[in-house]
């Protein structure tokens, strides 16, 4: 079935009138538009940029520096630091005395010097508030390797060193804290 006929509109007349000039127009927008895409670029490239460094830095050892002049990259020996607390072996003379001792205890330990005179100003404190980390049995002491009762504390790097001196020159006894 045919459509109906529609009558086409009078053409109309448009008036005649001069260009229009704007200042700025459409070059300013331009110049707007250019800037927020190179903001937005360098913001990209940028977080780009960080993201491959935070991979690299999760990835790459302790101690990797970049090496300078654009040197490939040196790789350190990783060191680790030293361990704050350390596990002392020590004899103490009076075996009984060890018997009382528990793993947790805090005790002081005092070298007393071999004199024949045994004057109590010989006597120094090595090591003050040492927890004790184990007490062996009996049979794991040795007694007959040098007489009293072996304990491990649990001290500070040096005083592991004074203690390991103390032991070879004094002989030690604790008192508990």
Do not use: N, Y
């Not at 704007?22 to 360098?42: D, I, P």
């Not at 913001?43 to 830095?57: E, I, Q, R, S």
């Not at 990783?78 to 009984?96: Q, W």
């Not at 100003?121 to 794991?140: L, M, N």
């Amino acid at each position: 079935m045919p459509l109906p006929a529609v009558a086409a509109p009078e053409p109309c007349g448009v008036p005649a009138f001069a260009p229009l000039r704007v200042r700025g127009g459409w070059g300013r927008f331009r110049l707007r538009r250019a800037m927020r895409r190179r903001r937005r670029a360098l913001a990209a490239g940028l977080a780009v940029t960080a993201a491959a460094l935070a991979a690299w830095g999760a990835r790459a050892p302790v101690g990797a520096a970049p090496a300078p002049h654009g040197e490939p990259v040196a790789v350190r020996q990783h060191r680790p630091k030293p361990v704050e607390m350390v596990s002392a072996p020590v004899r103490i003379a009076d075996a009984e005395t060890v018997r009382l001792l528990r793993p947790g205890d805090r005790v002081d330990v005092i070298a007393a010097a071999d004199s024949p005179t045994g004057a109590a100003s010989d006597a120094r404190v090595v090591a003050t508030g040492a927890r004790v980390a184990e007490v062996p049995r009996a049979r794991e002491t040795f007694p007959e390797a040098g007489g009293g009762a072996l304990i491990v504390l649990s001290v500070p790097r040096p005083v592991a060193a004074a203690l390991a001196g103390a032991g070879t020159t004094s002989r030690l006894a604790v008192t508990l804290c």
